[in-house]
């Protein structure tokens, strides 16, 4: 059966999001596959923004490559996607928080939950996903129903935890950057239609997908623009201002259902999440002893190290008791099928 991953680094370098530790998870996953789960290196597609040499983790090659590895598993293939960076939550209506969490791209270009389930569900059954997201806000990425490990560790952190930085982004520092990028204030509420403005096709949906649900097709360029543009204006005269507090609920209008309806969905058997922490919660980047580091990552690192044939429920376990000794509280969780969670991490070892 094949093995392929798909490997993401963001440390956005000379940005006032910049980070230390993302490229170093990188390099600590691939000596994972290669080492203990017996992947070939020619099977490790790699994007760091660091090295211009790898292609760079832009919000569209981040799709694309993620896109190809679901579409071109078949049946009983492995494949993994590792994204260590930024993560962050955009104002919307059509989730129950008024919110979608989102991986940040060195490029700023968002992706959103709703386009990872979208390509998730690419995969065909019987194909063995994982996914570690290593940021902030990762929790429900793939919205399985089935959570298999949630909520807080049992074990207080034994210590203060080494110099960290938090993977999170929030939105106003993003709308900073856009506005950098396009010679112009861009308010958080503005965010999508800046996404749409500066990438046209190639930004995550958003907006996009509001007008397909109502006519079948898929915005050009210049009606995505209008269209978020309109949005964003109309959004601001209801007083909703970005950060999605007196956001209205959903009305019984077929317009609200429809959006709600259409949502992507990923099939409970496909996909298994880990993530860096709950929904609510951050993710640190971590330095300690003159190197830089995801606590996620490397907490995952030394649960192999323990136990190479562990299990997912173990590992994320392991993690979490590895986590607590260093002091920090971030608490990974695991969203996958009960099945799904007694299978040994991303492949058998070899």
Not at 149 to 178: C, H, W, Y
Not at 206 to 227: E, I, V
Request: proline share 5%; with cysteine; aromatic share 6%.
């Amino acid at each position: 059966n094949m093995k392929k991953a798909l490997l993401v680094g963001n440390n956005y370098p000379g940005t006032k999001a910049e980070l230390k530790g993302c490229i170093n998870d990188v390099w600590i996953m691939r000596e994972i596959l290669t080492s203990v789960k017996g992947f070939d290196e020619s099977d490790i597609t790699i994007l760091i923004d660091t090295d211009d040499s790898y292609m760079q983790p832009t919000g569209e090659n981040i799709r694309n490559e993620f896109s190809k590895l679901c579409e071109n598993a078949e049946p009983g293939d492995y494949i993994m996607f590792h994204f260590s960076g930024h993560g962050t939550q955009v104002p919307c209506f059509s989730e129950d928080d008024h919110k979608n969490e989102c991986l940040v791209p060195t490029d700023m270009n968002l992706i959103s939950d709703d386009d990872l389930r979208e390509i998730a569900d690419k995969c065909k059954p019987g194909v063995n996903l994982t996914f570690v997201s290593d940021c902030c806000h990762s929790g429900g990425m793939l919205d399985h129903t089935e959570v298999l490990i949630e909520g807080d560790k049992t074990k207080d952190p034994d210590s203060a935890p080494p110099e960290f930085q938090s993977r999170e982004l929030p939105i106003e520092n993003v709308a900073q950057m856009l506005s950098q990028m396009l010679g112009k204030h861009i308010s958080p509420s503005g965010v999508r239609g800046a996404l749409s403005e500066k990438y046209g096709a190639a930004a995550s949906k958003y907006a996009a997908n509001m007008y397909k649900n109502f006519t079948g097709n898929a915005l050009s360029k210049d009606q995505a623009k209008q269209l978020t543009g309109f949005m964003t204006g109309m959004f601001k005269k209801l007083g909703v201002d970005g950060d999605a507090q007196g956001a209205p609920a959903h009305t019984s209008s077929s317009g609200s259902e429809k959006v709600a309806a259409t949502r992507p969905t990923v099939s409970e058997d496909i996909g298994v999440l880990i993530t860096g922490c709950q929904g609510h919660e951050t993710s640190a980047d971590v330095r300690s002893d003159g190197t830089a580091y995801g606590a996620l990552t490397k907490n995952i690192q030394k649960a192999l190290e323990q136990n190479p044939g562990a299990n997912y429920y173990e590992i994320v376990l392991l993690a979490r008791e590895g986590l607590a000794e260093g002091g920090f509280t971030q608490n990974p969780c695991l969203e996958c099928s009960e099945a799904n969670s007694r299978l040994p991490f991303i492949c058998p070892s070899v």
